[in-house]
């Protein structure tokens, strides 16, 4: 089955703990991209990649950091979270060109205290 | 500048009523638009996407979005609700001068029995 998939759904942390959000795709694609979601924001682009090796910070990076290192892998990672991070994250992934639908991940929240 | 916005954060409609969901961009070319429907504990799942052509598509779910140059809008809107579409619905306008999807804050559907 065609999917992206996030781990883990839920997370409840403390600040300043490194952590890492895994994202992977199935579906070959070269686009991936990170969102935050908070309530009446809407979707925040965090950072995204167009491929392998190539990353680009969206309108949110700050305190965020990606790798894309494999195709299907694009993992975010906090390196001192802060509760202002606190959010419900997704991962979605697409064929390059502004034609192709966006594949979303389930999400991720994340509760930073 | 690229933006998106759903003037309606939260609608409640009787099932079997009409819905329309209002959506309204800025941009200054032709732009691709998108809608999304969102589940609870779901990712976003695509409804239906504009690029040119016909200014009335249809998506699944027996939705339909009409897109109006004119008043630059893109309303979702659908005969008869089904309780099964209780969900957060978001509007997204891809920009290809700027290379990304921005949504919009997104429209709360509720569904009275």
């Known amino acids: 089955e065609a999917q992206v998939t996030q781990n883990p759904r839920y997370l409840i942390t403390v600040t300043g703990k490194k952590l890492t959000v895994t994202c992977s795709q199935n579906?070959?694609?070269?686009?991936m991209s990170w969102y935050r979601q908070d309530p009446g924001l809407g979707l925040r682009q965090i950072y995204y990649?167009?491929?392998?090796?190539?990353?680009d910070k969206g309108d949110v990076p700050e305190g965020y950091k990606v790798s894309r290192k494999e195709k299907r892998n694009f993992p975010l990672i906090l390196e001192s979270p802060s509760p202002n991070q606190t959010s419900l994250y997704f991962c979605?992934?697409?064929?390059?060109?502004?034609?192709?639908?966006?594949?979303f991940g389930n999400g991720t929240r994340l509760t930073v205290t | 500048a690229q933006s998106v916005t759903q003037p309606d954060i939260h609608i409640t409609v009787s099932e079997g009523a009409s819905l329309e969901l209002r959506c309204n961009y800025s941009y200054g070319a032709t732009p691709y638009l998108f809608w999304y429907v969102q589940s609870p504990g779901q990712g976003l799942q695509l409804l239906l996407k504009y690029f040119s052509g016909d200014t009335l598509v249809q998506g699944i779910k027996g939705f339909e979005a009409e897109f109006k140059r004119s008043q630059s809008s893109f309303n979702l809107r659908k005969p008869s609700v089904h309780w099964s579409d209780a969900a957060e619905y978001f509007c997204?306008?891809?920009?290809?001068?700027?290379?990304?999807?921005?949504f919009g804050q997104g429209t709360t559907l509720q569904v009275k029995p």
């Open positions: 579906m070959n694609h070269e686009y």
């Open positions: 990649s167009m491929n392998v090796e190539v990353t």
């Open positions: 997204a306008v891809y920009g290809s001068n700027t290379g990304k999807l921005i």
């Open positions: 979605a992934s697409s064929f390059p060109g502004q034609g192709s639908p966006l594949h």
